[in-house]
């Protein structure tokens, strides 16, 4: 029990809170044919639009109703890594400059907290450095897009992100603008 100060004058010195705890979610696999849940963080609003677009477009839903995603959005690391703790995702898509944790620091919590069952990461940024590119991959991203990009560039890699399909070797994208 957690135990907050009373109010003061009271006569007692501490009262219980109520126990808050984060909803558990479960999303079947799109292989089983229902809904696979996405976070998408991103600190511009009107790249976050467009990310989900393309995320929406990479999963066939609009072919296959069957194929649904859940997308819950971030515009910061810190209410991304609520989301992740709640939701569990297959899959986080995230700038790496952000408030809060930066997205190398959520990538290191995902594979701390989740180990080898952690959700795949995609970094679509603006970071063009080999060095963050390097430690991204190296420490479990599954791809790094550089901005800018062309939609259908990134609709392929998260098409094959979504279905699973390993793309270790072609970890590393620049769009061809």
Not at 124 to 138: F, G, I, K, P
């Amino acid at each position: 029990m957690v135990s907050v100060p009373a109010i003061p004058g009271s006569g007692q010195t501490k009262v219980p809170a109520p126990e808050v705890s984060a909803p558990k979610v479960s999303a079947p696999k799109i292989d089983d044919g229902g809904w696979q849940t996405v976070v998408v963080v991103e600190p511009d609003p009107e790249a976050r639009t467009r990310l989900v677009r393309i995320l929406r477009e990479a999963s066939g839903e609009a072919k296959d109703p069957s194929r649904r995603l859940a997308i819950h959005e971030a515009a910061n690391g810190n209410v991304a890594w609520t989301l992740v703790e709640t939701v569990k995702p297959d899959l986080v898509v995230s700038e790496i400059l952000l408030e809060g944790l930066s997205g190398m620091q959520l990538l290191r919590r995902l594979g701390e907290r989740y180990e080898k069952d952690a959700p795949r990461m995609l970094f679509v940024t603006q970071m063009s450095n080999e060095v963050d590119r390097y430690w991204a991959l190296r420490n479990g991203a599954a791809a790094f897009v550089i901005k800018p990009y062309e939609d259908e560039f990134l609709r392929d890699r998260s098409t094959k992100l979504l279905n699973k399909v390993d793309i270790s070797p072609e970890g590393t994208w620049r769009s061809d603008i």
